[in-house]
């Protein structure tokens, strides 16, 4: 053999040794718990059988997120789903041994007579001084878990209070809370930057008013007997709110820069957007329902910081071209801008206004949502081609009442308009890209 050949590595016992050693299993703890909190709760679970040193590792998992729309829906029989999702729930509760969990998320539908199970699981999680909190029972078929007041009261002694302190978000979809037991949070958890309720029967009056209140963002949507919102407080950074006509009181706002406003009907509209016209100016997101009053509204004021415009048009029709004229005047520093086409069947304005034009410099990115193929629509991506100075992509997601063959030909039209340079997304399909040279 010769003096230069080198020992293959099933030859070599030193080099065989360094290849099979298990070098992830001898970090320290506190990294594979890190690791094992980025999986799953199913997938940690299986890290038990790796060795005798991942055996209890998953028992500390500080992300407690039980999905199980994802994890029990698809593999279990309809009539066991509710019965296997609580055993799960309890297992792993009972098998948890970390004393400090960063979320901890219930997302499933369950009867009313697990309510008392559900509290149960409430208070083991805040025994843990949890971080993020979200409790998701959209999917009850109309029956709404009651926030306890057992524990509203046992949160207001000095241990509940100290169990709360940790908390950083907390999102309730389909649980009836009321806004007395809301502002208990938003005032008695110094760390608390989210809040958001959804679908809850119990929510009428809401109050998040204070120089000292944390809270960055507020999401309210679909809580039907919603009557009066108020806020005042300087740290405030995002305020989403869907719904009914309500009293809408806002001040003392100065980080407000996201704002996402949509009435159960677009008449109410106005009403939810005109307290806050005077805290355009300083937005970099907004998000709206169209209409000509909001167009009107667009024409006599300015937007200069707005990078993104969302806005579902819900009765596409010529006047919606003229706003989109007045929206692109209006917000000079426009980046993205989504239009959602629905329609109401519903025509408002005359249909003879002029369209002008209104060259745009910064807009690089339009998105097209619920795409019909009208003739309204297929205008409005034309607009924007010939106004958009430095458009990049324009992304076109058709309706699902479109056929096949009504979405080649509008893919053929929008082709016929494209400029040079700028690439067309049909749905998630590419379809063109022309460049220069």
Known sequence: MSKKARLS???????????????????????????ISKLTLMEAARTCVLSSRWRSLWTFTTALDFDGIREILPRTKRYFREYKFVRWVNKVLGLHRGSNVSQFRVSFYLSSSLEGVITNWIYKALAKTVQNFELDFRYNSGHHYTFPQEIYNS??????????KSLRSICLSAVSVTGEILEFFIHNCPLLDELCVKDSIDLVSLKVVGSSVRLKSLDIQHCSFMKDIEISTPNLFSF????????????????????????????????LVAPLICYFPQLTMLELDSCNEVYKHFSNCELPKLIHLNLRVTIPNHECLVGLACIMKACPSLQKLTLELQSSGRRIGKKTQQVPRCSHQHLKLVELHMFRGREIDLQLAFYIFENAAILGKMIVEPSNYMTRKEIRNCTQMLESKLPQGVELVIGSLYVSDYKHG
């Open 9 to 35: 590595s099933s030859d070599d016992p030193l080099r065989e040794n360094e290849t099979t050693k298990d070098w992830v299993s001898q970090l320290p703890d506190d990294i594979l718990i890190n690791i």
């Open 155 to 164: 949160l207001k002694g000095v241990r509940g209070l100290s169990s709360i």
């Open 240 to 271: 989403k709110y869907y719904g009914p006509k309500i009293e809408l009181h806002i001040e003392n706002v100065p980080q407000l820069v996201e704002l996402s406003i949509r009435a159960d009907h677009t008449v109410e509209d106005m009403f």
